[in-house]
């Protein structure tokens, strides 16, 4: 019992050290310049080969990674719980194995590619609408940013993706419309809904009873924020609103891209009504 719960505790160790170097994005060369500590021990103690490594040795290494060791009791409940989530999150990342059985380098940000284009090597591929069988050349099932600033930013835009919050503003908004915004926990605003109610009995002329709809005036999202779906978390909300507050639908006006970006959110053309209308001044 005691050689497993101590192989259990190594591989623990080498998990949790991968973890550390993804989130400063150190190779395990870096990481073993940093702290002093040879590569070869920085390998064994990731691959769990390291037999009892030595706690000045475990401490330099999670200090060079930027994270802090701390001792707790076997009975600390709250350790244990972190240690899980921890574990869980640590071996998802480990889970990925080359075509030779080797793990992915932690700090890569190993992701699978589900589409052509997600691959970085794709330049060549410009009928990447192609499904995956009729691509033209063998596609790895997963990929990385050798590039330590594609890295970095994709990690930030992920983060922002994460940390948004959508919120409806009533303040100064009439009865009827709708002001809803994308936030970051700061109170920056990287995201704006704006939508109005609107009675079709006015529309047409005729009493037709409670008909009404909301029609949708615009969607805004920061250029640099795009492609996260942050229009669409917007406009989510508002079919969620509207829902609620009883209009039978939501209809809207698009050109170009805005077009795509309503189909891919659920809308369907109207050919009743025009797409655009444009008044030229003389």
Not at 213 to 222: A, I, N, Q, S
Request: proline residues 5%; glycine residues 10%.
């Amino acid at each position: 019992m005691g050689d497993e719960s101590g192989a259990e505790g190594l591989a623990d160790l080498g998990s949790m050290l991968r973890s550390l170097r993804r989130q400063a994005d150190l190779s395990q060369r870096e990481l073993a310049g940093l702290s002093g500590v040879p590569q070869s021990t920085v390998a064994r103690i990731e691959s769990g080969q390291s037999t009892d490594p030595r706690f000045q040795t475990v401490h330099r290494l999670i200090r060079a990674a930027g994270g802090r060791l701390r001792l707790a009791s076997a009975n600390d409940a709250a350790s244990s719980c972190r240690c899980e989530d921890a574990r869980r999150e640590v071996f998802q990342d480990d889970t990925r194995r080359d075509e030779a059985g080797r793990r992915y380098p932690a700090h890569l940000d190993v992701r699978k590619v589900r589409r052509l284009k997600d691959w970085p090597g794709a330049w060549w591929a410009y009928s990447y609408t192609l499904p995956p069988d009729r691509w033209p050349l063998r596609v790895p099932e997963v990929t990385y940013d050798l590039n330590r600033g594609r890295r970095d930013e994709r990690r930030l835009r992920e983060r922002i993706r994460d940390s948004v919050r959508i919120r409806r503003v009533t303040d100064g908004v009439p009865d009827g419309c709708w002001r809803l915004l994308a936030e970051l926990p700061d109170g920056d605003i990287v995201g704006e809904l704006r939508a109005h109610e609107r009675s079709l009995d006015l529309l047409v002329g005729e009493d037709w009873g409670d008909q009404r709809e909301v029609v949708l005036d615009g969607v805004l999202v920061t250029p640099g924020l795009r492609l996260l779906g942050l229009g669409r978390r917007l406009v989510t909300r508002l079919a969620e609103e509207t829902r609620l507050a009883g209009p039978s639908a939501v209809c809207a006006t698009a050109e170009f891209g805005g077009v795509d970006f309503l189909l891919a959110c659920g809308y369907q053309l109207d050919g009743t009504r025009p797409a655009t209308l444009r008044l030229r001044q003389p």
